[in-house]
């Protein structure tokens, strides 16, 4: 099975920068204004390694 991304909603602020690199694993929560991961995350290994690396809060981590 492929590598997933976890998002800590504790550190998140809602930025969206995760959703704009890699939009196939990605969403804001409307409700809870917090990324979440997409299932199926169809975003490619490189993409969300990127949107880690962007992510200001360094609330993204391989699961
Ligand atoms: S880039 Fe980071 S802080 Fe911004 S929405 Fe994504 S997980 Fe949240």
């Known amino acids: 099975m492929a590598k997933r991304p976890v998002v800590d909603e504790e550190k998140c602020t809602g930025c969206g920068t995760c959703e704009a690199i890699a939009e196939?694993?990605?969403q804001l929560n409307e409700e809870t204004e917090k990324a979440m991961v997409k299932d199926p995350c169809t975003s490619s290994e490189d993409e969300i390694q990127e949107a880690i690396d962007t992510?200001?809060?360094?609330?993204i981590s391989w699961a």
């Not at 992510?55 to 609330?59: G, L, M």
């Open 55 to 59: 992510c200001p809060e360094e609330a």
């Open 24 to 26: 196939g694993c990605f």
